[in-house]
């Protein structure tokens, strides 16, 4: 038994889903992986195994089988099969065993799945800001045709820089006044107002004009005001209202987000957020704008814009930079704290069990790999949308049906699943992804 170090991107780039991966990630990968050579007769892993390894065969011939016989494969590395992982679930359901000398190479579970989801994030922001390029475009166009009407559109009213306090506490003061009403009113889970600018992990709504009174109804696209916040806070809630996440709190959590909430004051050039570093924040821009950008810059975000929940939702790092193009303020929220209101709130994560049960309910399996990896393997009547491709997909989904997401471990379907709820969309998570379904899996 040896190993050698020497596996190359161009190896990688032949295996399935390794093949959607940027030069960028697969250059990384080449430093985490290792190709093992292996005698003929040796076990590579026995059924009921948990390795949380994806292991690929590159040369020689293996044998698939299960204790009762029921499988009983011989797998070549000169077949199109042998591009994808060597029985991809956890724990094995069968046992492989070396027909001849082979040459392997095994990836980490979770390296893996990071590495993906990294790069899917990354292809929806390039996405989006290309519609937005676009849609400038035609803007620009139609100005031409029209300058009138376009120079009255381009005028907007700007807002004034808070004061210079640095990191000063936003607090939030119960309104005595106001008596406690027997039930909380609930908060509102879709969101009606005009759809705004989206970069990467925004979501961006445009604040509608209200009017306040005592015997008006709440409209559909608005939350109600918990009677438990104070006059002077009641704004910071109009104010965020349009901030999708917010939207499906539970109301009591209302008063705990802006108790845990720092407003930071921000300067014109400000670094926010720096690609490549952990999450740490959940932001929301309250004032001024920021640009987000990976290498070019992807789109500019205005007030109202909440940005950094992909990283914390999937323990990953920042997928892009956000620095400030003038003078502003933010309001962020501590990962530990985003974790306690608003993603386990929001996330629901269901067993192998349940799904199954809901699933037979008429819940929706939603798989969000990558489509080489649908077309090989997938869950019963599911359909294929791709991390990558959610928001500019998102239109296809129903909001009065129920989804489970699915992905291979459960890392890139957390971040699916969190940008669906946000969105006012019934959906929740197989807890441990695909690999722990193997005996459900359509091939």
Known sequence: MSKNLAVTMKRLKDLEPLSNLSAERLEELVSLSYIEKLPVGVNIFHEGDIDNQTIYLLEGDVQLSTADGKTDSVITSRQEESKHPLDDSQPR???CTALSRVELVRIDNSVLDYMMMWDQLAVSEEVEAERQIEKKSAEQAKAKQDPES????????KSEPAGKSKATQQEVKTNQATPQPQES?????EDKSPAGQKAGASDVQVETETKQGNTRQDSDDEPKIPAFVGDEDKSWIRKMRHIMAFKNMPPAN??????NMETIIVEDGEVVVQQGAEGDYYYVLTEGEAKVTRTVELAT????ASFGEEALVSEGQRNASVTMKGNGMLMRLSKKKFNALLKEPMLARVSPDDARVNANKGAIWLDVRHAKEYSFSRLPKAINIPLHEMRIRISELDKKKQYICYCSTG???SAAAFLLVQRGYNACVLNGGIKVMAQDLIK
Do not use: H
């Open 411 to 413: 890392r890139r379907s």
């Open 254 to 259: 209302i008063k705990a987000l802006l108790e």
């Open 185 to 189: 009113p609930a908060v509102d889970s």
């Open 301 to 304: 975000l205005t007030a109202g």
């Open 93 to 95: 359901q069968v046992c």
């Open 150 to 157: 376009s120079q009255a559109k381009s005028v907007k009213k």
